[in-house]
């Protein structure tokens, strides 16, 4: 039996940040994920600097070793089907470009590196309590267990998500593959402009973005009924356009979350707790998961290292309250905008989206870069 202070299942960005926070706190820690990393991810694939700084990533030791940072100065913003307006920032970067299938690796060495435990290629099998421990798969005993698995993750199961059931999801699909020379050379989006589309009935939002030689293409929407058939739209209108090669692969790849205002899922229970996507914390306009991830896995581990020792729900209980004052309270219920009339939501959205003025600063600044929210305080997470 192999014991441990914290079991982290999932090694993504949550559960790697949260390995990588705990790494000075006297707890020993192990990660398990069913995975072996580098793997694949499906994932549009920014960050913005604000991410880079809470996890104090050294951007030109990222780029070693051929990593793909790609600066984003600027955005196109429209409905599909109308014209788009041009958002350009300055000359620092507003965001930046990744390959999560190089992120997640990198952030999961980082963690191993500072001590954590790696479990990879190792899945969950199951789970009981015994007095004031968990034991997991039967051979690994720990007093506190953090579901990190995403929408699917199994610890949120066991703590009574119901996946596709009650929950209402965001489903996406999308591809990124690298382009020939041929391809690369006569692609028209700009790497540093990301494009994005609002469908026109205001349920989604598809992209293209270019990171160097790869195209990333997708397509995620709150009603998730004819996903396939919205994504194949969404496809043949790019290439119409020619924004996208006529050869781009078929096989589009899907993955669901859970936007934050309206994910049901409790955040702890006695020696457990979620983070990330298995909790449920995509903002609601963008859909983006990774800086509300790397938060919560940095507020839970300012919430562990306090605990002292006593993981019981009453003390974990501090993480739920963290949360809420970093995202604010969930709403079970629709809120005012999203009970508007569906024609006078669409008429306002289309000429607002036609404003240069509202696509930079409420649809970029607000809804995509949380540029109004600053990042952590130093004392929520260990000095880098």
Not at 154 to 166: C, D, E, I
């Amino acid at each position: 039996m192999k014991r441990y202070d914290v079991l982290i299942v999932g090694g993504g960005p949550a559960g790697s940040t949260l390995a990588w926070a705990l790494r000075d706190a006297a707890l020993s820690v192990a990660v398990l994920d069913k995975r072996d990393f580098p793997r694949d991810k499906v994932c549009a694939g920014w960050v913005t600097p604000a991410v880079m700084q809470e996890l104090a990533v050294d951007l030109d030791d990222y780029r070693r070793e051929g990593r793909v940072l790609q600066a984003i100065h600027g955005f196109r913003v429209g409905l599909l089907g109308a014209p788009e307006v041009e958002t350009r920032y300055g000359e620092e970067p507003v965001s930046y470009g990744i390959r999560r299938f190089e992120f997640d690796e990198y952030l999961l060495h980082r963690a191993g590196e500072c001590g954590a435990e790696l479990l990879t290629g190792t899945a969950f099998k199951g789970m009981r309590r015994e007095g004031d421990h968990w034991i997991v798969n039967d051979e690994l005993e720990a007093r506190v267990v953090v579901g990190a698995g995403g929408h699917f993750c199994p610890v949120a199961r066991a703590m009574g998500a119901k996946p596709g059931r009650s929950e209402r999801i965001v489903a996406a699909q999308e591809i990124e593959f690298p382009m020939t020379a041929e391809q690369a050379a006569a692609c028209p989006v700009d790497p540093a402009i990301p494009e994005l589309f609002f469908t026109p009935d205001l349920a989604g939002y598809g992209w293209i973005f270019r990171k160097g030689d790869y195209l990333n293409i997708g397509l995620g929407r709150e009603d998730n009924h004819q996903l396939s058939r919205h994504v194949a739209e969404f496809v043949r209108h790019l290439k119409a356009r020619g924004r996208i090669p006529d050869a781009t692969p078929e096989k589009f790849h899907g993955h669901a979350y859970l936007l934050y205002p309206h994910a049901p899922r409790p955040l702890v229970d006695d020696g457990r707790l979620l983070i990330g996507d298995a909790a449920g914390l995509a903002y609601p306009q963008s859909g983006e998961g990774i800086r509300p991830a790397v938060e919560s896995a940095l507020l839970a581990a300012r919430t562990l290292r306090e605990c002292a020792g006593d993981f019981s729900r009453a003390r974990l209980e501090a993480y739920r309250q963290r949360m809420e004052e970093r995202f604010g309270r969930r709403q079970p219920a629709p809120g005012l905008l999203e009970r508007l009339p569906a024609g006078l939501k669409q008429a306002v959205a289309a000429r607002l989206l036609r404003s240069p003025w509202f696509a930079r600063n409420v649809v970029m600044d607000r809804w995509f870069l949380h540029s109004h929210q600053p990042p952590l305080a130093a004392d929520t997470r260990p000095a880098a």
